[in-house]
Nanobody, 123 residues
Framework: QVQLVESGGGFVQAGGSLSLSCEAS????????MGWFRQAPGKEREFVAA????????YYTDSVKGRFTISRDHAKNTLYLQMNSLKAEDTAVYYC????????????????WGQGTQVTVSA
């Protein structure tokens, strides 16, 4: 089993920045990919970003490219999401996720989910 705990959500004005963290514990995540999803009120959960085990592969949904950056620190077993130039439409609950590879994550096949952290961007 893997436990994922997100932190760093909050309230920010449009144009501002937030940084999310996700600390993993439990079984080793060797070779697994990690990522972020989000769910806005009344909408389905959607893929945001993913990163491979090596960190050399990163993937983003089009709406966040150039504004969000995903990274991971193996020594700390932590995943990060740096969000800049935030927009009102980025408002959602953000979920950390673990999948067997980045292709699986991008297709929505997730093995472990975090509990989510709220991000609210005021217009």
């Amino acid at each position: 089993q893997v436990q994922l705990v997100e932190s760093g959500g909050g309230f920010v004005q449009a144009g501002g920045s937030l940084s999310l963290s996700c600390e993993a514990s439990g079984r080793p995540l060797t070779s697994w990919s990690m990522g972020w999803f989000r769910q806005a009120p009344g909408k389905e959960r959607e893929f945001v970003a993913a990163i491979t085990w090596s960190g050399t592969g990163t993937y983003y949904t089009d709406s966040v490219k150039g504004r969000f950056t995903i990274s991971r620190d193996h020594a700390k077993n932590t995943l990060y999401l740096q969000m800049n130039s935030l927009k009102a439409e980025d408002t959602a609950v953000y979920y950390c996720a673990v999948g067997r590879n980045s292709i699986a994550l991008r297709s929505g096949t997730v093995d472990y989910w975090g509990q989510g952290t709220q991000v609210t961007v005021s217009a």
